[in-house]
């Protein structure tokens, strides 16, 4: 039986000789498809989740709901976050092409489960949020071993090519799930899950028939007590994160809460234990000695700084487009979340037209000067947007996320290049792990920071604005005082799921108003024009701390080890050969 199950692991296991001078491209194309749907899946939700939750029956704002809708929102990202190392390291000793192929099945059968929903109410939302975070397995799965897959596939002097296509297509996928969930929810919100089915098993398949092992694979036993460690940390950690954008008490945020406060502290804690016990163990999970690679170490700093900086954008610009803009320009609410992901679609052309390109152009040249450069060019757009009014004319809004998508294109593919191509072969799984787990974990971390900044700004302000308003229009001032004392973080969940907000707020109050006056605050104009300047306040903030990241990325950037020129560069043969675990 041993011998048999020997045989069909060798049989998985293949030189690169052996596959041939095509396999490159079926390892990038298969990846790519892979990443697409996995990115696809982590935002797809942001634009569905009106739908979903008016599907199954629960609102959403309600106090007793809000974990319901911070956990559909946040966990794909706490799980792939958590898991990417654990899974790299499972790639570099069982074979990264196993590890990714079973990603591919646990993404599809989750999404088959997901789409088939029957519950309603509470229920239905534990059944989502449960398969969401099985969902989130299989994406960590493909995105702890894609970027090892295709290092080991491709030549030193094409993987900045490689992984710039890959890099595409993680982040395209994040930008055209909003349009996609747009699309499709309104239909049936079960399609936005069913949609992933068909491209699933064919990924499915395929991998398994073509993907094959070509890499050095490290014979090692699990470090059981990392693994543990670092899951229990950094789950204790993006909780309190999570929580820590709810009010607490009178307070706007939750950061002074004691739960919040005890899974911070704690998780650090834990965190600190996890880095002792990966120095003394023999085959730790989080191998420490690759940060003495200046590259590894730099090129991950700006990557956690980069992620840092834009992970939170996405959420701030569908907030101003669907809380401000949209409706001041003849959307209706109910409009408003189709039209925020097509009015943002030009970040994603800005970055399909740099990030290849400064993919290829990194394995000529080298990957400080583009990097650096694409992160300055990144900080220059957030100040243009700061510039911006809130009542902005489009063809500027456009230009300027233009702009940040080709910043943000110009670093990514020459970031992951440089990470990569400082690995040993038998460290890439883990080393693509750690990458991928530095900038989950940002992207979570920045979507906290970046609502605690804008509801700062709002807290200062919009109390104020919104009583006014409220009785300038018929309101009781009673009633009034009551709705502005509703936490900031109501009125921003209320814009960002494309519900009518002053009808949510208001709720039995405007059957005491005059038609004339309930028509006029809950139409398409007192709402924008009420938040306008605490949103401006807010955005400034939230912004100046984007533009502090991308200038620290852009140093980082630069403190990497200089580029060879490419007649320094490994050959291609014996990249190969070294791929394929020949001397």
Not at 92 to 119: E, K, P
Not at 187 to 195: R, S
Not at 267 to 288: C, K, Q, S, W, Y
Not at 299 to 319: D, E, K, P, T, Y
Request: aromatic share 12%; glycine share 12%.
């Amino acid at each position: 039986m041993t011998a048999g199950l020997n045989a069909r692991v060798d049989r998985r296991r293949k030189s690169a000789d052996e596959l041939g001078p095509r396999y490159k491209w079926v390892a990038l194309s298969n990846t790519t498809l892979g990443m697409l749907i996995a990115t696809i899946n982590s935002s797809i939700v942001l634009i569905a989740l009106p739908d979903i939750f008016k599907g199954i029956g629960i609102n959403p704002l309600e106090p007793a709901n809000t974990g319901y809708l911070l956990w559909m929102i946040m966990g794909f990202l706490v799980v792939t976050a958590v898991l990417v190392v654990s899974f790299g390291r499972l790639g570099d000793m069982y074979g990264r092409a196993r590890m990714y192929n079973l990603g591919f099945a646990v993404f599809t059968v989750s999404s088959v489960f997901l789409a088939i929903t029957w519950f309603d109410g509470d229920a239905a939302a534990l059944w989502l949020i449960g398969w969401r975070v099985v969902q989130g397995v299989g994406g960590a799965f493909l995105m702890a071993n894609s970027s090892a897959i295709l290092t080991d596939a491709f030549p030193a002097n094409q993987r900045g090519m490689a992984l710039g296509v890959n890099g595409v297509a993680a982040i395209a996928g994040s930008f055209l799930g909003l349009v996609v969930g747009g699309v499709l929810a309104p239909v049936n919100w079960n399609l936005i899950f069913l949609v992933s089915v068909p491209f699933g098993i064919g990924g499915t398949i395929w991998a398994y028939l073509k993907l094959h092992d070509t890499g050095v694979r490290k014979h090692a036993r699990m470090d059981w007590w990392g693994n543990a460690t670092f899951a229990v940390g950094l789950v204790a950690v993006l909780v309190g994160i999570t929580y820590g954008i709810q009010p607490y008490g009178d307070a706007q945020t939750g950061w002074g809460s004691p739960f919040v406060l005890a899974c911070l502290i704690g998780g650090v804690l834990v965190l600190a234990a996890f880095v002792v016990i990966e120095n003394r163990v023999d085959n730790p999970l989080f191998d420490l000695s690759l940060f003495r690679l200046r590259s590894f170490s730099w090129g991950n700093l700006a990557n956690f700084a980069a992620s840092l900086g834009r992970g939170g954008l996405q959420f701030i610009l569908i907030v101003w487009l669907q809380g401000i803009w949209l409706p001041q320009h003849g959307y209706s609410f109910e409009q408003t979340p189709l039209w925020a992901g097509i009015y943002m679609l030009p970040m994603t052309v800005g970055f399909l037209l740099s990030a290849p390109a400064s993919g290829i152009l990194s394995d000529r040249v080298g990957s400080r000067l583009l990097a650096s450069g694409g992160l300055v060019v990144s900080a220059l757009s957030f100040l243009l947007l700061i510039a911006l009014p809130v009542d902005f004319p489009y063809w500027a809004f456009a230009a300027i996320l233009v702009l940040n998508g080709i910043g943000m294109g110009m670093f990514t593919s020459p970031n992951r290049a440089e990470v990569m191509n400082s690995l040993p072969a038998d460290a890439r799984g883990s080393g693509s792990g750690m990458m991928t787990t530095f900038q989950n974990t940002a992207m979570v971390l920045s979507i906290g920071f970046f609502f605690s900044l804008i509801i700062a700004g709002f807290a200062s302000t919009l109390p104020t604005a919104m009583h006014d308003g409220l009785v300038a229009h018929g309101v009781a001032p009673e009633a009034a005082t009551q709705v502005a004392a509703l936490p900031a973080v109501a009125v921003l969940f209320a814009a960002f799921l494309g519900y009518n907000p002053v009808q949510q707020l208001l709720g039995g109050h405007l059957g005491t108003l005059p038609p004339d006056q309930a028509a006029y605050l809950t139409g398409r104009g007192f709402f924008p024009q009420l938040i306008s300047g605490p949103f401006s306040h807010g955005l400034a903030i939230a912004f100046t701390f984007a533009i502090v990241l991308c200038l620290v990325g852009a140093v980082a950037s630069w403190l990497c080890v200089p580029g060879r020129p490419p007649a320094e560069r490994e050959t291609v043969g014996a990249e190969l050969a070294a791929a394929a675990g020949e001397p």
